[in-house]
């Protein structure tokens, strides 16, 4: 298993010698807490919590290890090939299970099956997911951070994924919205959970082009555009082809469920393939830089009315629904836009897979390069901006009839729109995580943008209500929509560079006496988390 059963210190059988010149070494190895920990294992059932004493340890450990930057990149390599490896292939079977509903709309078989006579219908059935999801967003963060991450994703994946497996012998409207609730419920709480889970492991400055890797619709959405291409032409006496679309992509989740409990670690501290010294080093890297708890500080409760009182979190909510009403849209009428040019229903499955791919690549430029300016708010305007340009042409384009221009021009602005919708998420959720401090208001906050955001996705489906006049009124306010986020993020930007200016100022004023410097300073609280309101506290822009 990933979480290693891990002991108290009470009888251990080993100790380090104390002497001074042995306590210094180990110190500095960032071994000597963890070697002082004892054998009996503290979690006893699937819903205990982590082991508190351990984690303990391994942040004592982190205050004093000594480590090159050769050693940290080992690390944070390691971290890279087993965490991220195992995040980015659970979320690309998540976006599987999601979406492959748009893939099967365009097929006339999957409609007579599920009783989808009009577009009323199939937008209903589309926003009924958002109600299970929106509602048990928060409590499912407040569930992960007691279990762990591997348990609660190996809970999420199992429930989806036999959801989805659902899909393949149910029959009727109503059966589909059943299912359609039920997947949401599974979903809930994943997405924001991972990015939570993230911040454990990754320095504020190397979270965005991570989660682009990992956390964007765009890489399975090629993918998944190939397998639809493929698999919607398989025909048995059993099956067709969109029963096989449902069947083979959820299979893999359920064994990737098994994968993330036995492999995916939920803290640094509680990882089996680091050494206790590699441990140190990871959580030294995380604490140098924003300082995590995975345990204590504020109850969820008290974490849900800092985020509620914080205009932070309303700023970052109106970034994330705003431009998320053109994500919820596109992700699953991409394939009925393409075949609106005049496409087979076939041919529009493979012609998903071009938009997506092009705009993964415009997913991790801006990853990349919001990493390395150490900037979000302007990116994230550009986004906005490119995505906002791309409805218009649609709306513009919408009645124009299919032409060559005009389809090309409507299939180029579909490249604008999915570019910049998903490089979106892995810039608003990183800034996020990178706004709210101590750790229990970070998970509590990147829940509460994401469960308020998709109480509006529950609405956005309907805003392609006309689809006699193709779409055009659903691409106008999707534009608008596109506007206000970017107004938001500017907004958000010049708040927190003003915010970083006073403090600074007042941080200054106060190292003007010494007495103060020391009682105040960065590095007097060791084992504190520095807040988002104490004026030491610096947000990223």
């Known amino acids: 298993m990933a979480d290693q059963q891990h002991p108290s210190p009470a009888g251990s059988a080993q100790k380090l010698e104390e002497g001074p010149v042995m306590q210094d070494s180990a110190y500095a190895d960032g071994t000597y807490h963890q ?47 087993r965490v991220l490896s195992l995040v980015v292939t659970s979320y690309i079977f998540n976006q599987f299970d999601r979406t492959n509903i748009g893939n099967a709309h365009v097929l006339k078989a999957f409609n007579e099956n599920y009783g989808i006579t009009n577009n009323n219908k199939w937008t209903l059935a589309l926003s009924i997911f ?8 928060m409590p499912a963060n407040v569930l992960q951070r007691h279990i762990g991450a591997n348990r609660f994703f190996f809970l999420s994946l199992v429930w989806w994924g036999i959801t989805s497996l659902s899909f393949t012998y149910a029959k009727g409207y109503a059966s589909l919205l059943v299912l359609r609730v039920l997947l949401g419920i599974g979903e809930a709480g994943y997405y924001a959970g991972m ?52 069947l083979i992509e959820a299979i893999p989740t359920l064994i990737m469920a098994v994968a993330i409990l036995a492999f995916l670690p939920s803290f640094p501290f509680s990882s089996s393939f680091l050494t206790p010294r590699e441990k140190a080093i990871a959580q030294a890297r995380v604490n140098r830089d924003h300082r995590p708890q995975s345990h204590g500080g504020m109850t969820g409760w008290q974490g849900f009315k800092a985020v509620v009182n914080d205009p932070h979190a309303w700023l970052l909510m109106t970034v994330y629904a705003s431009f998320n009403v053109g994500v919820a849209t596109i992700s699953y009428f991409l394939p ?44 994230i305007m550009l986004s906005t901006a490119i995505s906002c340009i791309g409805y218009i042409v649609l709306a513009a384009l919408a009645r124009g009839g299919n032409t060559s221009n005009l389809i090309g021009g409507r299939y180029f602005a579909l490249f604008l729109v999915v570019g910049g919708n998903y490089s979106l998420f892995p810039l608003v959720m990183s800034w996020a995580a990178n706004v709210f401090s101590p750790t229990s208001k970070r998970g509590v906050g990147t829940a509460f943008i994401v469960s308020i955001s998709n109480c509006v996705s529950i609405a956005s489906p309907q805003v392609y209500f006309d689809s006699e006049e193709n779409y055009q009124k659903g ?67």
């Open 336 to 379: 009925t836009l393409i075949n609106a040019l005049g496409f087979t229903p076939i041919a529009s499955q493979g012609l998903t897979v071009a938009p997506y791919a092009v705009g993964w690549l415009m997913v991790f430029f801006q990853a990349w390069h919001s990493d390395r300016t150490h900037d979000r708010g302007y990116h």
């Open 475 to 541: 691409h106008a306010i999707a534009a608008g929509c596109l506007f206000l986020s970017f107004l938001a993020a500017f907004t958000l930007r010049t708040r927190l560079a003003y915010k970083n200016k006073k403090n600074a100022e007042r941080v200054r004023a106060m190292e003007a006496s010494e007495k103060e410097a020391e009682e105040t300073g960065p590095t007097a609280e060791k084992h504190e988390e520095v807040y988002d309101d104490d004026p030491r506290y610096v947000f990223m822009t």
């Open 130 to 137: 958002y109600v299970g999801y929106c509602l048990l967003e």
């Open 195 to 246: 990015i939570y889970y993230l911040s454990f492991w990754y320095k504020r400055s190397e979270l965005a082009l991570r989660i682009s890797l990992c956390m964007t619709g765009t890489l399975p959405g090629a993918i998944g555009g190939l397998l639809a291409f493929g698999l919607v032409r398989a025909h048995t006496d059993k099956l067709v082809g969109w029963q096989f679309l449902f």
């Open 35 to 81: 070697e002082r920990v004892g054998d009996k294992p503290i979690r006893k059932h699937f819903f205990s919590p982590p082991d508190s004493v351990l984690a303990d340890a391994v942040n004592r450990d982190a205050d004093g290890v000594e480590f090159t930057e050769q050693e940290e990149k080992a690390v944070r390599r390691k971290i890279d090939i």
